[in-house]
Each structure stands twice: as C-alpha cells, then as structure tokens.
C-alpha cells in the first residue's frame, strides 16, 4: 500500500502554467481566508505591533531618535517587528499544526503540486505584512507627523514586505522541528529575544555595546536597517551586506526546512 502511494504521489503531473498559477493563487487565497477568521493569528499579528507603536511612537514619542522624529523612526523598527511576527506565526504555528493533525499527508496524496502549499503560506504571510505596514503608515502619517514621499513610502513597504521572505524560510525550518502545542511558545522563545536583540524595541544606541555588536548577527537587525536607511535613520553601511545576509539566512533556513520535509516522507512512506 505504501508502495502504491508513493508511486501516486511521485507521478508527474503535467499542466498548463495558466492551470498551475490558478492552483498557486486559490490555495493563497484559502490559506488567507483561514487565518483572517482565525483571530488567534489575525488579530494579534496585527495588534501587537500596532498597539506598540501607538504607545511609544505616538503617545510617549515626542522625542528625537538619531536625529528623526521618534514616531518615523519606530515606523521602521515596529513595521520589521509586526513582519516577523506574521511570517513566523503564519508558517511555522500553521505547519506545525497540520503536521500534528496529518492534514500534509491528505495534501500529498492530493494532486495538488507540492510546493503550492508552502507558497500559499508564504503568500498570506507577505499580505499580512503588508497590512501591518501599511497600517503603521496609516498612523504615521494622520497622527505622529511622519512625513515621507510616495517613491520613499513605496520602498519601505517593498522592503519590509520582501524581507518577510527570510523570516517565512525560519517558519518553515521550526514548523517542521516543533510540535504542534508546543510550536506557538518556541516561536516566541525565538521571535521575542531576536526583537529585542536586534534594537527594535529599544534603539540600538541605547543598548549595552556588547549587545550592539552581537546584533550584526541577526537576521531582524540587518531588515531593520535597511528600512531605517530608508526613513532616513541607518547606521550608514551597504545595503548589499544586509541583503546577503539575508539572502545567506533564507537559504540555511530552507535547507534545515527541506531536511524536515525529506525526514517527514521518509516515516510516511519508508
């Protein structure tokens, strides 16, 4: 039987890339509607970031950081903050989850192609963290006086939306290592330090130099620079090193992601 499953399951399926795209954009599509009614995930994602950014950007934030209203600034850091959150929540909670429940079994043995249920997260994540940034703009720009023009507003959101990508890779890697109780703690285990450590709750130039320095090591930091470069705040280094090490992170996070993938198959199907 298991045999024969897996003869099913590798059969080449061919289709025309309009049918594909369809499939791609539909599981996309589901995969957004269930978590927009799943308030565990829609409201916190968007709320968390949101509520800190009201308290310290706009109702304590009237103050300068590194030269920039403080309300520009944490515009930058809380937009990385609340995309880390939506693509972490969003991939590795999810996956571990329907790993739990056996739901990626009834999807292999589907026709579906594989990769359209890993891109449907990774797609709802991206929209989420476009609400989430597009909603701290919103705030931004009505109540804390940021003032940016349409070519610098449209490169933070691109920005902050395509460097959810690293972090979506890092969902997938722990959603295929945590179980499905578990998952939701050891993705804040993870998440909560990384912000803090990286100078998006509190500015870098306020932490101790130690943890300045150990902060070049980690992926929110380097994000969180480029979208400070783009409001006016950076540090002043190359863009291109932050986005290689970004890159770099994507890459060994998709890597530990396909080994838990290969071990998942091996026990369903070896």
């Given amino acids: 039987m298991a045999t024969a499953s897996t003869i099913l399951i590798s059969a080449t399926v061919h289709r025309p890339l309009g049918h594909m795209l369809k499939i791609y954009l539909k599981e996309a599509k589901y995969e ?10 829609s409201v916190s994602t968007i709320f968390f970031p949101v509520m800190f950014y009201i308290l310290f950007g706009l109702v304590l934030g009237r103050n300068t950081i590194g030269g920039l209203s403080t309300s520009a600034y944490l515009i ?10 939506a693509s972490l929540f969003g991939t590795a909670a999810a996956l571990a989850a329907e790993r739990g429940l056996g739901w990626l079994q009834v999807k292999r043995a589907s026709p579906m192609p594989p990769f359209a249920y890993f891109a449907g997260k990774v797609i709802m994540s991206m929209i989420f963290s476009t609400a989430v940034v597009m909603l701290l703009l ?8 940021v003032h940016m023009g349409l070519a ?7 920005t902050l ?12 890697a722990i959603g295929y290592f945590a179980g499905p109780n578990s998952a939701p703690a050891t ?28 902060a070049r090591f980690l992926p929110p930091y380097h994000l969180s620079q ?14 291109w090193t ?14 530990v992601a396909r080994f838990g993938f290969q071990r998942d198959e091996g026990k369903m199907y070896g």
């Avoid at 909560?192 to 150990?214: I, T, Y």
């Fill in 76 to 85: 930058a850091t809380y937009g990385t903050f609340g995309v880390m959150g």
């Fill in 32 to 41: 957004f509607l269930k978590n927009l009614r799943l308030r565990a995930y």
């Fill in 161 to 172: 939306v395509v460097g959810s990508l690293p972090f979506c890779a890092m969902g997938l």
């Fill in 226 to 239: 480029l979208a400070l470069g783009i409001v006016g705040a950076g540090r002043h280094e190359s863009n």
């Fill in 242 to 255: 932050h986005w290689e090490y970004l890159i770099g992170f994507s890459v060994l996070c998709l890597g």
């Fill in 187 to 214: 993705i804040n285990m993870i998440y909560l330090p990384l912000s803090f450590c990286s100078g998006l709750w509190v500015p870098l130039m306020f932490l101790p130099k130690l943890m300045r320095d150990f």
């Fill in 138 to 145: 919103f705030l931004g720009f009505t109540f804390g006086g």
């Fill in 152 to 158: 610098q507003t449209v490169q933070l959101v691109a």
